[in-house]
Structure formats: C-alpha cells, structure tokens
C-alpha cells in the first residue's frame, strides 16, 4: 500500500517534471505580431498552437502574451552594463567593458538608492530592458533616447505620478511595470498613445482612486493592462476620449481585480450611446470579480447583450452575484438573467432628481421607462413637477386631487393612473398634452362631464369606470365615440350612463334626441334670430326717432297731445305773433301791406315787431311779453329768417318755440315765403316743420295763402267757429 501510494506520488513528479521539460523544450519560432511593428519575436511552437476547444484564444492571442524577444530565448544573450554611483544623493552612471556597440544591452539594479535613472544612458541606445526595482526613483525621467527600449521595470519606488509624454517615444516598449509605487495619477493616454505598442502593463498596488478611460482602451493589440489592487472606484475621461465605432480595438484583458468598484463599466456615461456597439468593437474584456456588485440600471444594458459578447466583455460574469440592493443579496447575475428577471435592475431617483416628496421614483432599463408612484401620499394637485424622462409611467391614484391640471410632463407619459381620486374637472390643455396612445385610468372620480378632448384618445385604452354624466348636446360625441371605435370591445374599461329626466340611461342606449332635442334646437335659434333682428331695429328707430325727432315731437303734438281742456278761456291780447326778418324789404312790404292787412281786416289782432314795439323798449323784454301774449306763431321763412349770425329773428324763435313747447294750444303757423326746401334750412325744428309740409308753400299758392293762413290760426279756436270761418275765408279771397 504504502510503495503503491509512493509509485503514484513518484509518477506524478515526474510526469510534472516532464511537462516541465516539454515547456523548456518547446521551440521557439519567429513570430511578426498582426498589429505591432516587432520583428524580433518569437512565440513558443507547441504551447501556443490554438486549441479548437478554445474558439476565443488564438495564436495570436497567444503570442502577444508568451512571445519572448530573440535575445531572451533560449537564454539571455544582453550585455549586462555596470552602474556606479557619482554622488551620494543617488546619481549614477552606466559603463560597459565590453566595446562592441551593436550589442544589446541591459540594465539591472535593483534594493540601491538610485534617485535618477543614470545620466549618461543615452551613450546605450540598444539598451533594451532596465529593471530599477526598490530604488528611490520619484519620477521616470527622460528616456526618449531609448528608442530600443522593450521592457522596463520600475517597480517598489516611489513614482507618484505618470504623464502621457513619459513613454511616447518609446515605440518599441513591450512590458512596463510600475507596481507598489504610491502612484496616484496615470495621465490621459499615457500607455495608449497610437505610437505605443505595449503588450503588458502593470500599475497593481498603487494608489490611484480612479482610472482614465483611455488608458484602458488600445487599438493596438495587448495581453493584460492590469490597475489590480488600487482603490479606484470610478472610471473618468478628462480628456473625452470617444470610442470610434468604425475602428477595431483589440486586445486582451483589463485587470480591475481588487478595487472599490461597486458598478460594471458604464460605457454610456463614456460616451458610447449604444451598448450593442461594445460587441463588434471591443474584443478583449474586463476582470473585476471581487466587486461588491449593485445590481442597479447601469448594469442592466450589459445583460441584454448576446451571451457571447457579455462573456468576452465581462469576463468573470458567470460568476458574480449581487451584493446590493440587500434584497437580492447573493443570486447570481445569470440566475436572474435565465429567470427574466431583468426588471429588478432599477436605480431609484430621489427628491435631486425631482422626484417628488413621498412619492417612490426609479429609471427601470428593461422597460424602457421611468416610474414615478405617488399612490396615497395625500396629493390635492398634481405634482408641480417629476423626473425627467421619456416614457413616464404615473401613478397618481388614491389621493385627493380634484383638479386635472396642465402639467408639461403630462407630454412624456405612457401611462397615467389618475383612479381613485376626486377629479371633478379638467384643464382641456392638460388633455390636449396626453400621447394619443397614453394608457389612461380615471376611474372612481367625481366628474360628470367628460371633456370633448377625450375624443381624441383610444377607449381601449382609456378606463374611466362607472361614470354618470350630464347628458346635452355637448355629449353627444360619447356615443359616436364609442361606436366608432370599439368601445363595445372594451365595455370593462369604461361605461356611460345619461342622468336625464326619465332616470339613468346608458349612453350607448340613448338616442340622440334625448340628449339633444332638435326642435329646440329650432326653436332657441329662431327666437335668437327674432331677438337679433327686433334689437337692430330698435337699435334702427331710435336712430330714427333721435334724427327726426323735432319731426316726431310735431307729428306727436298733433295727434296726441291735443289737449282739449286747454280752453280758450284765458284772455290774449293778440291772436298771432308776426316774426320775419324786417330787413329783407320785400318781404316787409308782402308782410305788411298785403298778409297783415288781410288778417287785420278780417278782425285779427296781431303783433309785428318792426311795427309795434313802443320806441325806447327794451326790445327783447317787449318781444317777450307779446310772445307770451300770442295764440299763435305766424314764422314767414325766407333766405335770412335763420342765419348763422344772431339776428332778431333766432331771438324770437327761440323764445316762440320755448313758448309753444310749454303751451300746448299754442300754435306756430309756417309760411315758406322763399320757398326753401328741408335741406336749405339750418334749424332742425324749422326743417321739421317743412318736411312733414306743415308749412304753407308762398310761392306755389293757389291763391288761397291767406285763406289757409286763416284757417290755421282759426284751426285750434273753438271748433264751431270752422264752418262760419271758411264762409268768412271764402268771401275774403273772392
Ligand atoms: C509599422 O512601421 C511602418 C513604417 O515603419 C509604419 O508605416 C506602420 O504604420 C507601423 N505600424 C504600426 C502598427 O505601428
Ligand atoms: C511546430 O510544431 C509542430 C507540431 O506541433 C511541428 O510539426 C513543427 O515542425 C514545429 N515547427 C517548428 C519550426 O519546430
Ligand atoms: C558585436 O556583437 C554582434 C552581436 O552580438 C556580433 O555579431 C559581432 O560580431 C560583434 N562584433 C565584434 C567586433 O565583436
Ligand atoms: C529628453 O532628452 C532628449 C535628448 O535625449 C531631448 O531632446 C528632449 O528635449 C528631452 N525631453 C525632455 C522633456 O526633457
Ligand atoms: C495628456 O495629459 C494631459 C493632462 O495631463 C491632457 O490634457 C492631454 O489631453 C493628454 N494628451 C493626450 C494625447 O491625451
Ligand atoms: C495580468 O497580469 C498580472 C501581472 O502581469 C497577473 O498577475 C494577472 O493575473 C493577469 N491577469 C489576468 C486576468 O490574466
Ligand atoms: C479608498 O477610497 C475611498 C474613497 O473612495 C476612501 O474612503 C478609502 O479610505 C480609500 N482606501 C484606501 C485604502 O486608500
Ligand atoms: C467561478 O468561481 C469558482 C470558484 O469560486 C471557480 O471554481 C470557477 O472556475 C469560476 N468560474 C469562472 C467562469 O470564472
Ligand atoms: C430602491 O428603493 C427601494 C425602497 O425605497 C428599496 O427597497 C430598493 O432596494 C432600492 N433599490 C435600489 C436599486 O437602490
Ligand atoms: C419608450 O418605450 C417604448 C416601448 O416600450 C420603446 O420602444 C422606446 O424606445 C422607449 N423610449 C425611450 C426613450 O426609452
Ligand atoms: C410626507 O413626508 C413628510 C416628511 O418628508 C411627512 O411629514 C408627511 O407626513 C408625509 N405625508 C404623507 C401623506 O405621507
Ligand atoms: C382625502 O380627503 C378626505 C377628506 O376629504 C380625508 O378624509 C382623507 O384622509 C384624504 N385622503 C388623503 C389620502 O389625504
């Protein structure tokens, strides 16, 4: 038992041994890298023969880790050079004994005091590996002579910081190691500048808290960039660097092992707008296993890619679970991928992000969407304001709110469930904003009328519930509304019932006329039509009445005021005032010799003015008294009766037409002595007087002027005077 045991142990070292062996024995052949300009590799013949079970690890692959220069395989063939110190703060210069130039060489120092690297080590350019491990270097320096330069080690120093001009001329640069340097910044692009051709890069135990984007993307091909080991919790990109979609960025690995990562990679944030894209660019992945992993949104994107491509990307991924939110602490991330579980991925927003007070908010990747749930918290209006986002699915219900109001992130919503509260009123904008496909639900509210705007939305996907409303002729889109679209189909979203004066009636069971009558219809718009046209015409007569109304006045006086109590009891001096303008010669001479004489001679007392005043009156008072004095007016109209300019004439009328307003069985008796027409007359009661031809035309007289006169003055004297005064008149024209 004991030998058997001792005979398995001894084949297994030397079948170890022999595998051993086989490594060392392995052929090194030329190899010229794809993508880099190095002809002086060679890559191991056996060990990196591709493996077909291993689609994704090629020789190539291979090779840009395991190749190894031709002068280290098979044994170091560099000239190793000499170092002696010049001055005891750390300075030191490089010599060789051996003379031949064209060798290559290498420089090793390591646990001394260098403080620099050697002044004079542009005087070997071929060197092509210096390794400066656990010195007292704090920068780089210039090596920019070093164009041979392959692999350079500066680890265990005290190097803090790395700018993106250090390397750049170091065109053949194959391995770089700064580990346990205290190193706190690597600039932008310092190891990925398009002149570089690093293979490996190793910045593990450092001290930088975060890392540059483009120092983890080459487009030259490499094996592992690790950054393992330091504290970086975020990735930055100062100097925006963009991922080209058009280009092809190979490589290996990234090496994010032991940082403070709690979130994969977000490309998004780095300006890659499509995650998919990644797949085809990028053909190497990251290694970050030990994270604490948040499964929030930003990971989300990553697990709705191809298998495959998650895979590659994210190496370790088969392998990670979830470390927050607490709820779903340890299940793994591809347990929750095969479940279908990918709407658990949520970040939730909080009141920075305008979510509003007590209210839950969350962006939610895999539908696409943002929620913002207020259910119950007391709301009496719609929030003033929410999360920004496209699809914004609101829940508003179980509260207090009465007023559906305008609200411009009404505009971005998918779904919006107003139900359970007390809206008895909409703002017609805030409808007007709803998405025409918004999936809507009011239901248990207090309104009773449904806004017309609604009309616009599909009823399949409206739900308003049981709601009673106002039937009119306002409502009667309802029903068209649902009978054209399908309402029927949905009859569980929403039903309609008329509170009219015969009870409650389903909307789809109404008839039109129930709802809106037609012959009221008819009737209010005649009687609109009546009331329109009855108030221009009032609106007409006043015009009338106002522009004619001394022809009214007349016209009213004569048939409706005739006032047969006024008798003629009271004594008058004269029977009729004369007024004429005494200076159109003419018409004194007429006045005078003929119409007075006439009247006189037939017994009437009459007052002339230009005859009867006493001399040395006060004219106006005289006028006065003898106006009141009169039974009638007898006014002989001619060019200058009425003039602009006052004249005695304006005086007398003014105080006759006074007179004969006050007095009701005064009378004024026209005589168109210059035959002037209604327009030629420049006072609106004298117009009056001759357009309704109550004048007595002078110059058309059929001979009878002084009978008419007569007739006039006698018209309103007692009435059984007429027929003995027309026998007088008749006598008196003969
Ligand atoms: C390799 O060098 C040639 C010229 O020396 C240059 O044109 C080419 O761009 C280089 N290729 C790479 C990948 O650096
Ligand atoms: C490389 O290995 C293959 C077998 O794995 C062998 O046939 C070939 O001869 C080797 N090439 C060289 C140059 O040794
Ligand atoms: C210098 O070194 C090269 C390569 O190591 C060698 O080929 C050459 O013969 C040497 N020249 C002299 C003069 O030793
Ligand atoms: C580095 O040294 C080269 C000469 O070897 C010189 O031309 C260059 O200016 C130096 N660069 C810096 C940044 O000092
Ligand atoms: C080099 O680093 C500086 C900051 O240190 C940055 O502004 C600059 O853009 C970087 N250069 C390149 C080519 O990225
Ligand atoms: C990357 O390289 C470092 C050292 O060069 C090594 O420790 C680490 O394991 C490598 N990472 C991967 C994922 O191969
Ligand atoms: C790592 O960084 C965090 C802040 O990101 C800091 O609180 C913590 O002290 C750092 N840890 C170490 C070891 O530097
Ligand atoms: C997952 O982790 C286990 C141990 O924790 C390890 O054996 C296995 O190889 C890992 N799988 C992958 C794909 O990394
Ligand atoms: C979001 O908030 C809810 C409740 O506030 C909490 O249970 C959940 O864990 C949070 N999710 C994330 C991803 O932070
Ligand atoms: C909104 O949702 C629809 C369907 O879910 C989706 O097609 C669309 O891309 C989403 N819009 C945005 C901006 O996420
Ligand atoms: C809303 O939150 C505040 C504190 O943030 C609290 O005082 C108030 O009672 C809450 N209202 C409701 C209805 O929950
Ligand atoms: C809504 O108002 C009623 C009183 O009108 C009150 O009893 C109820 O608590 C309120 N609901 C909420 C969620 O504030």
Redesign the pocket.
């Known amino acids: 038992m004991k030998y058997a045991l001792l005979t398995v142990l001894i084949l297994v070292e030397i079948s170890s041994v022999y595998s051993q062996l086989r490594y060392w024995n392995d052929e090194f052949v030329p190899w010229i890298p794809k993508y880099a300009n190095r002809t002086y590799m060679k890559c191991p013949n056996k060990s990196c023969t591709p493996d077909p079970l291993k689609h994704q690890w090629t020789r190539e692959d291979c090779c840009v880790c395991r190749a190894k220069p031709l002068w280290e395989v098979p044994v170091d063939t560099t000239v190793r050079l000499q170092l002696e110190y010049t001055r005891r703060n750390g300075m030191a210069v490089v010599f060789s004994e051996e003379q031949n130039k064209s060798q290559y060489y290498s420089l090793y120092h390591s646990q001394g005091y260098l403080s620099q690297i050697p002044i004079n080590i542009c005087d070997f350019p071929n060197i092509v590996r210096i390794d400066l491990q656990s010195n007292q270097l704090t920068e780089v320096g210039n090596l920019s002579c070093l164009s041979m330069l392959d692999t350079l080690d500066l680890s265990y120093n005290k190097i803090h910081f790395i700018g993106n001009d250090t390397f750049l001329s170091l065109t053949n640069l194959r391995e770089l190691r700064v580990t346990h340097n205290g190193l706190k910044a690597l600039a932008p692009a310092t190891i990925t500048a398009s002149s570089l051709q690093i293979f490996k890069a190793d910045f593990s135990y450092n001290d930088m808290d975060s890392i540059e984007f483009s120092n983890m993307i080459s487009e030259s091909d490499f094996c592992n960039i690790t950054f393992a080991s330091n504290n970086i919790s975020k990735i930055v990109n100062t100097n925006n660097f963009e991922i080209d979609p058009n280009k092809n960025y190979r490589g290996g690995i990234v090496d994010l092992v032991g940082n403070s990562f709690t979130t994969f990679i977000d490309f998004e944030k780095l300006g890659i707008t499509d995650i998919a894209i990644l797949g085809k660019v990028l053909s190497y992945g990251f290694v970050m296993p030990d994270v604490k992993w948040t499964c929030d949104c930003h990971m989300e994107p990553y697990l709705e890619l191809a298998e495959d491509v998650i895979k590659r990307i994210w190496r370790d991924y088969f392998n990670i679970s979830c470390w927050n939110p607490p709820e779903y602490r340890g299940k793994t991330i591809p347990d929750i991928v095969k479940e279908g579980r990918l709407d658990i991925f949520i970040c939730n927003l909080t009141e920075v992000d305008k979510c509003p007070q007590n209210c839950t908010c969350f962006t939610q990747p895999k539908e696409r969407r943002t929620v913002v749930d207020c259910s ?3 709301l ?1 209006e719609l929030p003033p304001y929410v999360p920004q986002g496209n699809n914004l699915t609101l829940i508003f219900k ?3 709110i009465t007023h559906f109001g305008n609200r411009s992130y009404l505009k971005d919503a998918t779904v919006l469930d107003m139900s359970g509260n ?1 809206v008895a009123s909409f703002s017609p904008e805030a409808i007007e904003m709803l998405p025409d496909d918004i999936a809507l639900n009011f239901a248990d509210n207090n309104f009773k009328k449904v806004p017309r705007a609604f009309q616009t939305l599909n009823p399949c996907k409206s739900k308003f519930g049981d709601v009673t409303i106002d039937c009119n002729c306002d409502t009667e889109w309802i029903k068209h509304w649902a009978d054209n679209r399908g309402l029927k189909q949905c009859s569980n979203m929403s039903s309609y019932v008329c509170e009219t004066d015969h009870g409650l009636i389903p909307v789809d069971e109404i008839s039109t006329d129930d709802i809106c009558k037609q012959e009221n219809f008819m009737i209010t718009s005649i009687i609109s039509i009546i009331l329109s046209l009855l108030s221009t015409l009032i609106v007409i007569i006043f015009g009338v009445v106002y522009l004619f109304r001394y022809e009214v006045y007349l016209l009213q006086r004569k048939y409706f005021l005739r006032n047969p109590a006024s008798k003629v009891g009271c004594f008058l001096k004269y029977d009729a005032f004369v007024s004429f303008n005494d200076e159109n010669d003419e018409l004194r001479m007429w006045v005078l010799n003929v119409l007075v004489r006439h009247l006189e001679a037939s017994g009437y007392r009459l007052f002339v003015p230009c005859r009867d005043l006493p001399p040395g009156s006060i004219k106006e008072e005289e006028i006065l008294e003898q106006i009141i004095n009169s039974r009638k007016y007898l006014i002989i109209l001619c060019d200058y009766y009425q003039q602009n300019d006052i004249t005695w004439t304006q005086i007398e009328w003014k105080y006759i037409w006074c007179h004969f307003r006050q007095c009701m069985e005064r009378n004024i008796i026209v005589i168109n002595f210059d035959h002037l027409g209604t327009s030629e007359q420049p006072d609106q009661k004298l117009r009056a007087f001759v357009r309704l031809g109550y004048d007595i035309d002078f110059s058309n007289r059929k001979h009878d002027l002084i009978f008419t006169v007569k007739l006039r003055l006698e018209l309103h004297l007692k009435v059984y005077f007429s027929m003995e005064t027309k026998r007088l008149n008749s006598w008196d024209t003969i």
């Open positions: 119950d918290v007391g009496t179980n509260n207090n007390k």
